[in-house]
């Protein structure tokens, strides 16, 4: 098995970002990311002028946040733009299908800051709505905003202590996704929502969380069978693929990096099966835990969940065969500094 990591919900100058996806790729490859998914507000001008690709040996996939004034759905794997329909997101969610593309809730339970457009937000209104693949259980920059209801607050989590009012996952998204994956598969996400923006008074300047800083705070990790392939539309449907069966987890790696994590099921004929795996009820081998030791991960905690109850606590790394009743799974580690610090998307237990 492979695992690779990934940051999506990126915007670049084709939208309201700062940067061009060239010098957003390079950044990625310094932060050791292996693939990157742009999500420009309305158009698909990046894949239009053919900028999708290997850059800095870090994978560039092209999609398009749809919506403006609310419902906003991160498309990916499209060809054609899609126009916008806040009253009606349905359409957009059978349209992005429609040309065989995946779909994202975004930020479905932002809060907002006066500090930012006084306290706009853009919400998911629609819980109705279906088909869509998954949703962000946490936008980062959402999230991160959210929490800042000062001038003196924002100062501080920019110059002294950026996690000060941040938590990880956002409460409300994360009780919805497992809610709803009670029902079908809903595959959870983190999105970086990267912007960038520069703030400029006089002679003095800042760049507020820069495509740096949340590159290096949270990202997807997905699981493949194969070596992701160094050409480039395979590559892609690669990681189209593992995102749409949810074969992936999540990290707060503000806290401390995710990589690395070996874990799935094995069946009694060795078969295995990633997170997001949908299977019969029965005994599993369940196997979690990371492939090189690393000091800083002597103290973890697996949490698992049953239909949204937690049900067990385990040490960590852990190895052994479990009794699985039908249900779904969620797995979540706690690190001695993040409580919900690696989040697994879960193993529906639906069959006999």
Not at 235 to 254: E, F, M, P, T, W
Request: hydrophobic share 35%; net charge neutral.
């Amino acid at each position: 098995m492979y695992v690779y990591k990934g940051n999506i919900h990126i915007h670049t100058k084709y939208s309201d970002g700062t940067s061009t996806i060239e010098e957003i790729a390079e950044k990625a490859k310094k932060r050791n990311l292996d693939f990157i998914i742009i999500n420009d507000h309305r158009h698909l001008l990046g894949k239009q002028r053919r900028l999708e690709g290997y850059y800095h040996d870090v994978l560039v996939i092209i999609g398009s946040e749809i919506n403006l004034e609310k419902n906003h759905y991160l498309a990916i794997g499209i060809d054609e733009e899609i126009p916008r329909n806040e009253d009606n997101p349905q359409e957009v969610i059978d349209e992005v299908n429609r040309q065989g593309g995946i779909g994202f809730i975004a930020h479905p339970y932002e809060k907002g800051s006066p500090l930012v457009r006084n306290n706009r937000t853009y919400p998911w209104t629609d819980w109705d709505a279906q088909g869509f693949t998954g949703m962000e259980i946490i936008n980062y920059s959402s999230q991160w905003r959210d929490g800042i209801d000062s001038k003196l607050q924002g100062l501080y989590a920019n110059f002294i202590n950026d996690q000060a009012y941040f938590k990880f996952p956002n409460k409300e998204a994360f009780e919805k996704w497992m809610e709803l994956t009670k029902e079908r598969r809903i595959v959870g996400i983190v999105g970086s929502d990267a912007h960038a923006p520069i703030l400029s008074k006089f002679y003095f300047s800042i760049t507020v969380l820069s495509y740096d800083y949340l590159f290096r705070c949270s990202n997807n990790y997905i699981y493949l069978e194969e070596p992701l392939s160094e050409e480039y539309v395979t590559a892609k449907q690669q990681v189209l693929n593992a995102l749409s069966r949810g074969n992936l987890y999540i990290c707060h790696d503000r806290k401390d990096s995710g990589d690395g994590l070996v874990a799935y099921l094995k069946s009694s004929d060795n078969h295995r099966f990633f997170p997001g795996s949908k299977l019969n009820s029965g005994t599993y081998t369940l196997v979690c835990q990371f492939k090189e030791f690393v000091p800083s991960k002597t103290k973890l905690k697996l949490h698992m969940y049953r239909d949204g109850h937690l049900i067990s606590e385990y040490p960590f790394p852990f190895r052994e065969k479990i009794r699985f009743k039908q249900g779904t799974y969620h797995l979540v580690i706690s690190h001695p500094r993040d409580e919900n610090w690696i989040i697994l998307n879960p193993f529906y237990m639906w069959g006999q």
